[in-house]
């Protein structure tokens, strides 16, 4: 046989072998596939489910799903299992396939990841889809995709007031209000300036979070207690309530919950237990009425005292930005530079994480996603780095954070969890490098995604935020 026939010949085998690989994975990749849409489930979701369904995202978004057999092989296992993990990291199907099932609302933050990466084009990936043709995405399929996810956003989502052709946006207008108790707003409010709730009587809430400086202190990390530092920057209190979690490890889950934290904490407020808190609060005999007025009993406790300081915080919303002007249908709201920046702010990713009326608080995510945050900003790795760990206990969790809020961020530097950047152009061009797959973004953009940022600082009690706290 000549060497011409030799390599043709083995050319042909390998061809062979390919194409009969592909043919197997396909029918693997549809027989393993998730279960289908169940009785009931709308067509455009039922759409949307069969894209993620042929594309198989679960292979590597999902913990718990049977694998193709070449992840057994030894090259293909070191490849695919570093897919895997990093798969895993970022986004986790599972939520998002079980409510398509099943025809439940998804959150928000997983729909913003998603178009995120439908519009840019980066799933499936072009490695995986060498070996499984079947899942490349169709113009058609992509935007089925869309069309579910703008229909879940109007339906579900859309803050009242939007203008129609922003009802489908990833970042809503903040509400006017939030459904409240009166007597338990006054009396919170009360509680939310008094200094009895700290262990010396010099501490408030608003010690650490000031009207007058939005809803931070401006500081690196917060100062407690006979001067004492905290180990970590403080997040902002206006607009927390849209929240899903409080704090930046989530360990709280309502504004309830955050407030008891503080007012124990040795280092913060410094209170030893809430029945000295109380006794405190009783030397002076009107709270007993407002107490009454609030909750029918003049108890005060750890329960009535957050509860009623958590239902005054909801009330710390700040609408009428004029980027909010803007997406209610004031076109002249905001300069090109400004809608720029905010065509910049999706295109580039930020809106994957910064989504939803205060455009963060909705999801947790690792910092340093596409970079090592943490060995560029060299220094010791403390507890509070360890992020959503501290609270799980989970490995996928170390370094993982509640995404913070965007609204009024002109206002709430420094930032990050560690208060490590003074500037916003610094903030925006460390997202962009650690968080996005645009490592290095030009001056330009910075300046006018900044531009845009700066439109989100909104008014309170009718007033535009401004910094005035010295």
């Excluded at 052709?165 to 207008?173: C, G, T, W």
């Amino acid at each position: 046989m000549s060497v011409k026939k030799a390599v043709a010949a083995v050319v042909a085998a390998g061809i062979v072998a390919y194409g009969g690989t592909v043919a197997y994975l396909t029918h693997f990749d549809h027989a393993t596939a998730p279960a289908p849409a169940g009785a009931g489930v709308d067509a455009v979701s039922t759409a949307a489910l069969n894209v993620m369904r042929e594309a198989r995202c679960d292979y590597c978004h999902a913990a718990r799903v049977d694998l193709p057999f070449y992840f057994s092989l030894p090259v293909a296992n070191t490849l695919m299992s570093h897919d895997r993990d990093q798969g895993l990291r970022h986004f986790r199907v599972e939520p998002v396939i079980s409510a398509l099932q099943n025809g439940s609302v998804p959150d928000q933050e997983p729909l913003a990841r998603i178009e995120e990466v439908i519009n840019q084009n980066r799933m499936p990936p072009t490695l995986y889809l060498l070996m499984h043709w079947h899942a490349h995405l169709s113009d058609a399929q992509r935007e089925s995709m869309l069309t579910w996810i703008a229909q879940v956003r109007r339906q579900h989502y859309a803050t009242q007031g939007v203008a129609d052709r922003f009802a489908a946006e990833p970042v809503q207008p903040v509400p006017e209000s939030v459904p409240v108790d009166p007597h338990k707003v006054a009396l919170g409010q009360r509680l939310f300036f008094d200094r009895k709730l700290s262990g010396d009587g010099t501490l408030n809430c608003a010690s650490c979070h000031s009207l007058q400086h939005g809803g931070v202190d401006g500081l690196v990390t917060a100062t407690g207690i006979h001067g004492q530092k905290g180990p970590i920057n403080v997040p902002t209190v206006f607009d927390a309530v849209f929240n899903k979690w409080q704090f930046w490890n989530g360990r709280a889950g309502t504004l309830a919950q955050q407030a008891a934290g503080p007012v124990m904490n040795p280092v913060e407020m410094g209170s030893h237990d809430w029945t000295s808190v109380a006794d405190r609060l009783r030397e002076d005999p009107s709270y007993a009425t407002d107490f009454q007025a609030a909750y029918g009993s003049d108890t005060i406790d750890e329960n009535t005292i957050t509860d009623a300081i958590g239902e005054y915080e909801k009330t710390l919303v700040t609408p009428d930005s004029r980027f909010d002007q803007y997406l209610k249908g004031d076109d002249a709201a905001l300069n090109t530079q400004e809608k720029h920046g905010y065509a910049l702010f999706k295109q580039i990713g930020c809106s994957g994480c910064h989504t939803g009326p205060s455009m963060g608080g909705q999801a947790f995510e690792p910092l340093g996603l596409e970079g090592n945050y943490f060995s560029a900003r060299g220094g010791k790795l403390t507890d509070a780095d360890k992020g959503r760990f501290e609270v799980t206990h989970d490995p996928a969790d170390m370094e993982r954070f509640k995404v913070p809020n965007l609204r009024n961020i002109a206002l709430t530097g420094p930032y990050f969890h560690d208060g490590s950047i003074t500037t916003l152009d610094g903030a925006v061009r460390d997202m962009a490098r650690y968080q996005t797959p645009d490592h290095n973004i030009s001056d330009q953009d910075v300046t006018d995604i900044v531009a845009f940022l700066n439109t989100l600082t909104g008014r309170y009690q009718g007033e535009t935020l401004r910094n005035t706290a010295p």
